[in-house]
């Protein structure tokens, strides 16, 4: 379950044609509530801000997650992701990671060469330095999601086609794939939402029962808003919902409050 949590809390805190910024801007803010079955496991928060890197203009995310409750009492967790995405590419310039899971710690910053094909990370726990090869396009854990939401043509993806891009991880790259299973209406704290449904493909074991156990429900609107992500494993289920959110750069569709 503690991993489960901390994946959770990763995702909400996941090569195309260049992205049109639209589905997100500056201040945007929402924040999930992670649970497991009546237990409230967690939170995480994604915020939008201005930034200016290398003279250009960039969107710094920031994206933090922490468990509450007795899940703290058992796992602390208090994880601060950040992202400075290029506002024309949609490529990040760098990200920074601090995070502390249970006494578990990393404190890294990565620094993107997108002309070059290669970043170079600093890690300070360490107190070294380490320079990878990545392909071109590729994005880090936090600009992955803010990335995808802005996919072209996300609108006319059929049911069982996927979409996988590069992402830079644990000092490695990785394909990300993601499966579009269909539209559904769900029932949320806000109303129904019209959403489109993605499964992110995992690995399969002692944790998740099969390769398709994530489940992402994504607004079907011009936001591409999380708005309900949800894991089945070996025993129970655990689920993270939009639990509030202000700033959206487009009207957020509710179909029945």
């Not at 936090?142 to 992402?167: C, H, Q, V, W």
């Not at 919902?241 to 750069?249: I, S, V």
């Amino acid at each position: 379950m503690k991993k489960i949590i901390l994946f959770l809390l990763l995702i909400v805190t996941v090569s195309f044609d260049t992205p049109k910024q639209e589905a997100y801007g500056t201040g945007e803010w929402f924040k999930f509530r992670i649970h497991y079955g009546f237990v409230n496991a967690g939170y995480a928060t994604l915020e939008v801000k201005d930034a200016v890197v290398n003279n250009k203009k960039a969107f710094h995310v920031v994206g933090k997650g922490y468990t509450t409750g007795m899940s703290r009492f058992f796992f602390k967790v208090d994880d601060l992701y950040e992202s400075y995405i290029d506002r024309e590419s949609g490529n990040p310039h760098q990200f920074i990671r601090k995070i502390n899971e249970g006494g578990y710690t990393k404190d890294q910053q990565g620094f993107f060469s997108q002309t070059a094909n290669s970043i170079l990370v600093k890690d300070y726990k360490h107190g070294n330095e380490k320079t990878f090869v990545i392909p071109k396009n590729t994005q880090d854990i936090l600009s992955s999601f803010y990335y995808l939401r802005n996919y072209p043509s996300i609108d006319k993806i059929n049911p069982g086609e996927t979409i996988a891009i590069d992402m830079f991880f644990d000092d490695e790259t990785t394909k990300f794939k993601l499966k579009f299973v269909g539209r559904e209406d769900i029932t949320t704290k806000f109303g129904i939402v019209s959403c489109m449904v993605f499964k992110p493909y995992v690995q399969s074991g002692r944790i998740f029962k099969e390769q398709e156990s994530l489940t992402v429900w994504i607004s079907d609107d011009k936001n591409r808003l999380p708005v309900r992500i949800k894991a089945d494993l070996a025993v129970g289920s655990i689920k993270a919902d939009l639990d509030a959110f202000k700033g959206l750069n487009n009207p957020f569709k509710i179909k029945l409050q």
